[in-house]
T-cell receptor, first 114, second 115 residues
Framework: AQSVTQLDSHVSVSEGTPVLLRCNYSSSYSPSLFWYVQHPNKGLQLLLKYTSAATLVKGINGFEAEFKKSETSFHLTKPSAHMSDAAEYFCVVTLNTGFQKLVFGTGTRLLVSP | DAGVIQSPRHEVTEMGQEVTLRCKPISGHNSLFWYRQTMMRGLELLIYFNNNVPIDDSGMPEDRFSAKMPNASFSTLKIQPSEPRDSAVYFC?????????????FGEGSWLTVV
């Protein structure tokens, strides 16, 4: 069965330092993978997605993620954190059910300190 | 583009009352999803519609929950009677094509508290 594991429930960084949010997936086929961000009391916004094209995917707000099949990983990175990046981040995989059944990870809360 | 529009944004109701949550998907989208988010269970898919027809409702918790999509621009999620354990954030989402890699757009959620 398809699933995602977000390895850290919380990540704390200082403003201006790099961000790494880790995600490993489990899938019996070539998956579609997404990262969504949720700011406090807001909905979910798509950051980026991988759909079997380029393995390095660039998203909004300077985020990017690399699909590594050998490591079954899809880690999210950003070179320099901003205060506005503080939010909950979800790694998501799509089940091969014939429609877009999203399976969400448990989320990683990113804390950014001045 | 107005995005996915949900109402109400916040609702507090007493146990036993009926709750109706509403959703207007993005114009032209023919896939609509209802998700529920709780601290304990995270984000769960409740029901999926394609072209106004319910395709997968296996995530609907029990008979107290029902969802309808009478036309392409409107859907409701109803809870009757409501219970405190239904307190959660309910998200509506829509997508243009039902292909695995297509982007799903979420509304800002309806925050439900049942007391």
């Amino acid at each position: 069965a398809q699933s995602v594991t977000q390895l850290d429930s919380h990540v704390s960084v200082s403003e201006g330092t790099p961000v790494l949010l880790r995600c490993n997936y489990s899938s019996s086929y070539s998956p579609s993978l997404f990262w969504y961000v949720q700011h406090p009391n807001k909905g979910l916004q798509l950051l980026l997605k991988y759909t079997s094209a380029a393995t390095l995917v660039k998203g909004i707000n300077g985020f990017e993620a690399e699909f590594k099949k050998s490591e079954t990983s899809f880690h999210l990175t950003k070179p320099s954190a901003h205060m506005s990046d503080a939010a909950e981040y979800f790694c998501v995989v799509t089940l091969n059910t014939g429609f877009q059944k999203l399976v969400f990870g448990t989320g990683t809360r990113l804390l950014v300190s001045p | 583009d107005a995005g996915v529009i949900q109402s109400p944004r916040h609702e507090v109701t007493e146990m036993g009352q009926e709750v109706t949550l509403r959703c207007k998907p993005i114009s032209g989208h023919n896939s609509l999803f209802w998700y529920r988010q709780t601290m304990m269970r995270g984000l769960e898919l409740l029901i999926y519609f394609n072209n106004n027809v319910p395709i997968d409702d296996s995530g609907m918790p029990e008979d107290r929950f029902s969802a309808k999509m009478p036309n392409a621009s409107f859907s409701t999620l109803k809870i009757q009677p409501s219970e405190p354990r239904d307190s959660a954030v309910y998200f509506c989402a829509s997508s243009g094509r039902p292909e695995p890699g297509n982007t799903i757009y979420f509304g800002e959620g309806s925050w439900l508290t049942v007391v």
